[in-house]
């Protein structure tokens, strides 16, 4: 995991420049998410383990709509701008360091719902790492609880395998900024570069590394399941309002 803790480390403080407004996002995220917990069952007082909460993006906006929310990462520097983001939000959440491989380590209980959105599963380079995951996850879920996930879309991303992504163009009050990714494929692998560039009174470029796996929707059905998960649900961005596939499950 040495590559994504620095990745993360690296980009902590720059993350919330992929958004073009990254507080809408927060609250636009929140309700989404609050949606699909209250079409499972799920009302705001549901205890919420946020395993893979970077610098927040979900944690804060929930926690502000009431729900009880501990955030984990394994970047002390996203846990930093976490905390820094839910202090200036004025919303109280409990803040530690975890990989999501081995969470009992750090949380001895279970919660009613445990969330790992923004393609952080991926970040698990071989199967059996993504199951080991999936394995932890399950165990900090209580019986009857939830699971909820978001990753790309893999399914249609292997069938061309892109080069890169598309840019995004964010105009400021000084000029633009401009975000994209580079990809670079090794089978079901590939080597991400992001670049952030501030084209404003001066140009800045910052460029971070990282690696993913890309993992078929069916593959990690299968895992939720062996995990002891079911009811497991795949929603497209079309159904749900999220910008990539959210998947949930039921422990069983």
């Known amino acids: 995991m040495d590559i994504v803790q ?16 990254w507080s809408a996002s927060v609250r636009e995220q ?8 209250s079409a499972c069952g799920f009302d705001r007082s549901a205890e919420i383990l946020d395993c893979a909460c970077g610098i ?3 944690a804060v906006g929930l926690a502000a ?7 984990s990462d394994i970047s002390d520097s996203a846990l930093s701008q976490a905390q820094k983001r839910a202090a200036e939000a004025g919303v109280r959440i409990r ?3 975890a990989d999501f491989r081995a969470l009992s380590d750090v949380f001895p209980r279970q919660f009613d719902i445990v969330i790992a959105m923004d393609n952080a ?12 995951a999936v394995r932890s996850i399950a165990e900090r879920v209580k019986t009857g609880g939830l699971f909820a996930a978001s990753i790309r879309d893999y399914d249609r991303l292997l069938q061309d395998r892109p080069p890169y992504s598309p840019p995004y163009i964010h105009k400021t009050e000084h000029g633009q900024r401009v975000s994209f990714q580079t990809w670079t494929w090794e089978q079901e692998n ?5 670049y952030i560039i501030d084209d404003e009174a001066s140009l800045g470029i910052r460029r971070f590394e990282c690696e993913y796996r890309a993992v078929r929707r069916t593959e990690l059905t299968a895992l939720l399941q062996t995990a002891g998960f079911s009811e497991v649900c795949w929603q497209m961005p079309e159904e749900s309002g999220y910008y ?3 998947v949930t499950a039921r422990r069983r």
């Open 6 to 21: 620095t990745f993360y480390d690296q980009l902590a403080d720059q993350y919330d420049k992929l958004f073009f407004d």
């Open 30 to 37: 929140a309700q989404i998410l609050d949606g699909l917990f």
């Open 56 to 58: 927040g993006t979900q």
């Open 65 to 71: 709509l009431g729900y009880p929310v501990t955030a």
């Open 95 to 97: 803040f530690e360091h």
């Open 121 to 132: 599963l991926p970040h698990m380079l071989t199967a059996q790492a993504l199951e080991l």
């Open 190 to 194: 590939y080597r991400l570069v992001q």
């Open 244 to 246: 990539q596939p959210v």
